[in-house]
């Protein structure tokens, strides 16, 4: 008879909570027991879409469990590791998500004998159903006590994760770049669609011309990485055209201008730079 699986309960099962749990069930590596929500509808979507578990409405209808994934938002972490460690639970693993923040915003738990971490996941996990699909491959930075990241890292592993140990003092920093590489994507897609539109570009040009162009750069930048991808004026050196775009775009959008000089000034660095 084979060993019972370690049990998992989930304190937030959103995009990432979700993704997680199902992942784990259908891994067949880790129970998922209890999970808590808002609201005890959004907590019973989240078991239908997993697979497993119960939805519970109170943090105090949670059964002891081997491993605690608090995945709700950052700012609700520290408040969420109060209440667990209030229920006066049997000590476990307790661990989140955030990339930004550290193990220590489980100190009420750890300060009662828990093992505590933080396993961050480098994918934008905007749909559940989409990065189940996903994150096969996805690099994951586990940072926290010893005991607590040497236990995450083969349940990672077994989902297709590349894990790697990130210290406690870099997290800010390691979590600024996986901004400047996802999240302002589409930023700068928003703002450039804007901009075309205004300039009368018909809208329904717009989803092709997006999937092109994004295709071309990614194609670029996969086969010859960011510097040798770069092209546009600031690369080419043509300082006058920036100058002359950047006060279009200014007297437009202040702040839209003010990105455009600093990246314009980083892509000139950065064509520079591949000269040396
Ligand atoms: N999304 C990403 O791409 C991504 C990538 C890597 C890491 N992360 C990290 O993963 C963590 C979760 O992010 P997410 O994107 O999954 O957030 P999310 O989709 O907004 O889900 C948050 C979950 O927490 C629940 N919740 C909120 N406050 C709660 C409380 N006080 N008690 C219990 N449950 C509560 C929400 O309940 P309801 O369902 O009822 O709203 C929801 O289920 C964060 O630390 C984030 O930094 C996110």
């Given at each position: 008879?084979?060993?019972?699986?370690?049990?998992?309960?989930?304190?937030?099962?959103?995009?990432?909570?979700?993704?997680?749990?199902?992942?784990?069930?259908?891994?067949?590596?880790?129970?998922?027991?209890?999970?808590?929500?808002?609201?005890?509808?959004?907590?019973?979507?989240?078991?239908?879409?997993?697979?497993?578990?119960?939805?519970?409405?109170?943090?105090?209808?949670?059964?002891?469990?081997?491993?605690?994934?608090?995945?709700?938002?950052?700012?609700?972490?520290?408040?969420?590791?109060?209440?667990?460690?209030?229920?006066?639970?049997?000590?476990?693993?307790?661990?989140?998500?955030?990339?930004?923040?550290?193990?220590?915003?489980?100190?009420?738990?750890?300060?009662?004998?828990?093992?505590?971490?933080?396993?961050?996941?480098?994918?934008?996990?905007?749909?559940?159903?989409?990065?189940?699909?996903?994150?096969?491959?996805?690099?994951?930075?586990?940072?926290?006590?010893?005991?607590?990241?040497?236990?995450?890292?083969?349940?990672?592993?077994?989902?297709?994760?590349?894990?790697?140990?990130?210290?406690?003092?870099?997290?800010?920093?390691?979590?600024?770049?996986?901004?400047?590489?996802?999240?302002?994507?589409?930023?700068l897609?928003?703002k450039?669609?804007?901009l075309?539109?205004?300039?009368?570009?018909?809208?329904?040009?717009?989803?092709?011309?997006?999937?092109?162009?994004?295709?071309?750069?990614?194609?670029?930048?996969?086969?010859?990485?960011?510097?040798?991808?770069?092209?546009g004026p600031a690369a080419?050196g043509d300082t006058a055209l920036v100058e002359r775009q950047g006060q279009a775009i200014t007297a437009l959008d202040a702040e839209a201008g003010a990105a455009y000089a600093a990246l314009s000034a980083m892509a000139a660095r950065l064509a520079?730079?591949?000269?040396?």
């Open positions: 008879m084979s060993a019972p699986l370690p049990t998992l309960n989930l304190v937030g099962a959103g995009r990432v909570g979700k993704t997680l749990g199902r992942l784990w069930q259908q891994a067949g590596v880790l129970q998922i027991q209890d999970v808590l929500t808002t609201s005890t509808a959004s907590a019973q979507a989240a078991v239908d879409f997993i697979g497993a578990g119960r939805a519970v409405a109170t943090p105090a209808q949670m059964r002891p469990a081997d491993l605690w994934l608090l995945a709700v938002p950052d700012r609700q972490i520290a408040a969420s590791a109060q209440t667990l460690a209030a229920l006066g639970l049997p000590p476990a693993l307790a661990f989140h998500a955030s990339g930004a923040l550290a193990a220590a915003e489980l100190a009420p738990l750890q300060a009662r004998g828990w093992h505590c971490a933080s396993a961050h996941c480098i994918l934008s996990f905007a749909d559940p159903a989409t990065a189940q699909q996903q994150f096969h491959g996805t690099v994951c930075a586990l940072e926290g006590d010893t005991a607590a990241t040497q236990q995450l890292k083969p349940l990672l592993t077994d989902l297709g994760a590349q894990c790697f140990a990130l210290a406690s003092e870099h997290k800010l920093l390691y979590h600024a770049a996986a901004v400047w590489a996802t999240n302002f994507l589409p930023v897609q928003a450039a669609e804007a075309w539109q205004r300039s009368g570009l018909p809208a329904e040009l717009l989803p092709g011309l997006r999937e092109r162009l994004l295709h071309n750069a990614v194609d670029n930048l996969l086969a010859l990485g960011p510097a040798a991808a770069l092209t080419r520079r730079d591949r000269q040396l």
